[in-house]
């Protein structure tokens, strides 16, 4: 029995006492796979990480959302007899495949566009505020739909972060909800 049982054993730095099943001899793995965990968190709480994410999410829903739209523009005989007369089918195929990719592509950049914006602006917010609660994403929504309408003169810009912050605060709240023991 220890002389202080309430005091938590000391250990050298490397000499921790191993997972159930493991040898000495995997130490060495261990050592490297929280090396390598430590790394990918740290990765994982830089603001930077978290905007290219999100850039490239939204880069990928959106071209998935226009890959599907665009499915459906093509069901109208007349549209397509009318615009791509005097083309064989491949060329018709072609034209089609081309259309739908920069379809896909200006989609799936206003995505990412908006993706990475409110994520970078949210994650610096929580950073300064050293909090994670209903006034981050809210903050970073006004902020962000402000900008997104910024071209568009004062009130639109205004009119715009409202609208974002609106958004996000729905969002957030519906993520953050408490789920009944029921389901």
């Known amino acids: 029995m220890s002389s202080f049982p309430l005091v938590a054993p000391m250990f050298p730095a490397g000499r921790e006492p191993l997972p159930p099943g493991m040898t000495e001899e995997d130490r060495a793995q261990l050592m490297q796979a929280k090396k390598y965990q430590g790394w990918m968190s740290m990765g994982m709480e ?37 615009t791509q007369a005097g083309l064989n089918n491949t060329q018709k195929a072609r034209e089609i495949f081309k259309e739908m990719g920069r379809g896909m592509w200006r989609s799936g950049k206003g995505f990412g566009k908006v993706g990475a914006l409110f994520a970078g602006i949210e994650c610096v917010i929580e950073g300064y505020r050293a909090k994670n609660d209903m006034v981050n994403p809210i903050a970073a ?26 958004f996000s605060a729905a969002i957030d709240l519906f993520l953050r909800r408490e789920t009944s023991d029921d389901d």
């Not at 962000?144 to 609106?166: E, Q």
């Open 141 to 166: 929504g006004f902020v962000a739909g402000g900008v997104l309408a910024r071209n568009s003169g004062p009130k639109a810009a205004l009119g715009g972060g409202l609208a974002f912050a609106a």
């Open 46 to 82: 830089s603001c930077a990480a978290k905007t290219v994410i999100a850039g490239v999410g939204g880069l990928g829903i959106g071209a998935f959302f226009s890959l599907m739209s665009s499915s459906f523009a093509y069901e109208d005989p007349l549209l397509r007899s009318s």
